[in-house]
């Protein structure tokens, strides 16, 4: 049990529609992560939110972005989507002073776009 | 930038058996190395990472995997395998993206236990 949790577990779009994630993580993890898993494949790297600000971002484009509140909590957005951003989408934070490799991963929400 | 390969996208084995998956990385700085196991509709956990140090690693559920610098790999080992160990496992490496710190994964391999 990682203490971080993700909503909704599934959700159905279609083509061209905007879809919002979200993830909780634990008090003071004050890093998340998403991560991309498409069928089949390992994770990939989407960006980073450290203190409600974005500091690193994967090959994604820029209809993919991302919120981080005070709270612990987050959220992916996804813009215009497209069949291929049918995937797993994970959530991993990281607690203050253990350092951003120190990630605990979320279950993830399977989207599926139609 | 680094990356990982992950040999054998599907790998067998008989319940208590040896269990070897190999991963292979590529890097230009020292690495941070990562075993996740991932089940059947749920996220990632970790088993065991090496930063620095002692280069054998042990990690959770009797897992154990081995830094050689020189071959480049970190395989992950069980001495006997048990069928609660069937899973995914995601071999990483970790980099840096502007100022955070990125996990890239290999394709994983899927462990199966025969009984």
């Known amino acids: 049990e990682t203490g971080v949790t993700q909503s909704p577990t599934h959700l159905i779009k279609t083509r061209g529609q905007q879809v919002t994630l979200r993830c909780s993580s634990q008090s003071g993890h004050n890093t998340v992560s998403w991560y991309q898993q498409a069928l089949g494949q390992g994770p990939q790297f989407i960006f980073q939110y450290y203190r409600e600000e974005e500091n690193g971002r994967g090959n994604f484009p820029p209809r993919f972005s991302g919120l981080q509140f005070p709270n612990y909590s987050s959220e992916l957005n996804v813009n215009a989507l497209e069949l291929d951003d049918s995937a797993l989408y994970l959530c991993a934070s990281s607690p203050a002073g253990r350092g951003p490799d120190t990630q605990y991963f979320g279950p993830g929400t399977r989207l599926t776009v139609l | 930038a680094q990356s990982v390969t992950q040999l054998g996208s599907h790998v067998s084995v008989s319940e208590g058996a040896l269990v070897l998956l190999r991963c292979n990385y590529s890097?230009?700085?020292?690495?941070?190395l990562f075993w996740y196991v991932q089940y059947p509709n749920q996220g990632l956990q970790l088993l065991l990472k090496y930063t620095t140090g002692a280069t054998l690693v042990k990690g959770i559920n009797g897992f154990e995997a081995e830094f050689k610098k020189s071959e480049t790999s970190f395989h992950l080992t069980k001495p006997s395998a048990h069928m609660s160990d069937a899973a995914e496992y995601f071999c990483?490496?970790?980099?840096?993206?502007?100022?955070?710190?990125?996990?890239?994964f290999g394709s994983g391999t899927q462990l199966t236990v025969l009984p």
């Open positions: 890097s230009s700085v020292p690495p941070y």
């Open positions: 990483a490496v970790s980099a840096s993206a502007g100022s955070a710190r990125q996990l890239t």
